[in-house]
């Protein structure tokens, strides 16, 4: 007895290890074995789950709303909808682990972190389980996944979210390669930008930046972006690209570093007046109901509005720069962008940028 017991098993096993085996949908095989027959919506029905985004790639500014894609549908189309549970969450671009973005089971949703009371299904059509989202900040950029779970099924897809926006290169006013990747990131924060992505630093490339001088990225390696090689700069006899010196040890290593900024809520303006010291500058902001404009700042207004002026001014950083977008004779380098004299004493005099924010 247990002798034929053993033999049917091994027999069973051989069954199903054999190669000739008929293969069986395993949905209606389940269903069968489960219920005897027919669907009693146990969620082995034999009805598949589809989800599916309209777009790869979705593009906001700072302080704007996005619309993230994602559906889904059974096939064959089911006669009795269930409730399903929706869950969006994100991989940050700088990389690290997936969060929590939104919850939904049914009407009832819930957000999650810093998405609380910026994220919500939008719900416009049975299977509509788009994402919008508002209010977007600096740092929301990366992968979207959105996961539907229905009965034992559950299926997934993803969206990258991007903003639109301009990738600068900063150094700390005591020189070149004076920054570890925490202090990188804090100067980004006060400059009033994020450390910039890998995808946001190869699009300005894609635009022509060309700098020399090595920079921490969001996912702690440190590039330079190189459009017109030469012998000290990326080598005469390769082809332009982003170089990279890879993975940099966080706190031993030091760079500079390369900053991401998107669209201003407020404003940035040339302020007409005697040439100041820094001090002096500071104050005539604050008399005008503004604040010295931040490097990050300065950078949204000369990409995003076309900031052009041929004066250099104060920033807040106690550099002296100033945006030229129509490169003219007099006015600096022959390429637009946003020049730089360094950070001169504090004592010196010139004109100031202040940023007046959008709700004064
Ligand atoms: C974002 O969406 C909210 C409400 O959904 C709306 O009030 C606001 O005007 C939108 N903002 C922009 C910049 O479109
Ligand atoms: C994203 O930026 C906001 C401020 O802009 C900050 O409060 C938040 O901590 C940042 N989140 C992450 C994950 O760095
Ligand atoms: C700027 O000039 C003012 C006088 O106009 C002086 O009181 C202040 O100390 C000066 N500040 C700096 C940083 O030189």
Request: positive net charge; proline residues 7%; hydrophobic residues 35%.
């Amino acid at each position: 007895m247990t002798f034929g017991l053993q033999a049917a098993l091994l027999l069973g096993v051989q069954l199903v290890l054999s190669p000739a085996a008929p293969t069986i949908p395993s949905n209606f095989f389940y269903r069968d074995y489960l219920n005897g027959h027919g669907d009693k919506g146990t969620g082995f029905s034999g009805v598949k789950l589809q989800v599916d985004s309209a777009q790869p790639t979705v593009f906001s500014v700072r302080g704007g709303n996005a619309t993230v894609p994602c559906r889904f549908w059974r096939e064959p189309e089911s006669s009795s909808p269930r409730r399903v549970r929706v869950k969006w969450s994100w991989r940050p671009a700088a990389g690290g682990h997936e969060t929590d973005v939104l919850v939904a089971v049914g009407s009832r949703s819930r957000g999650f972190g810093a998405f609380r009371g910026r994220v919500q299904l939008r719900r416009e059509f049975p299977g509509d389980a788009t994402l919008l989202m508002t209010d977007l900040l600096l740092n929301d950029t990366g992968s979207y996944r959105c996961e539907v779970v229905d009965g034992l099924e559950d299926r997934s897809t993803s969206v990258y979210l991007e903003l639109r926006g301009v990738v600068f290169p900063y150094q700390h006013p005591g020189g070149h390669y004076h920054l570890s990747f925490p202090a990188a990131q804090q100067a980004c924060e006060e400059q009033d930008s994020t450390l910039a992505t890998f995808p946001q630093l190869l699009r300005s490339w894609k635009e022509g930046l060309n700098w020399c001088n090595a920079g921490w990225l969001a996912d702690g390696t440190v590039q330079y972006p190189i459009t017109r090689p030469r012998a000290p700069c990326g080598g005469s006899g390769h082809a332009p690209g982003v170089r990279s010196y890879g993975r940099r040890h966080l706190h031993l290593h030091r760079f500079d570093v390369f900053c991401f900024s998107s669209s201003l809520q407020g404003k940035v303006y040339y302020l007409q007046s005697s040439k100041m010291n820094l001090t002096d500058a500071q104050q005539a902001c604050q008399e005008d109901g503004a604040q010295v404009a931040k490097v990050g700042q300065l950078y949204a207004a000369w990409k995003l509005t076309g900031l052009d002026h041929c004066d250099a001014g104060w920033l807040a950083d106690g550099s002296v720069r100033y945006p030229i977008s129509s490169p003219r004779r007099n006015c600096g380098p022959p390429e637009p962008g946003v020049h730089s004299f360094g950070f001169p004493p504090p004592q010196h005099k010139h004109g100031v940028y202040c940023y007046k924010s959008g709700d004064r």
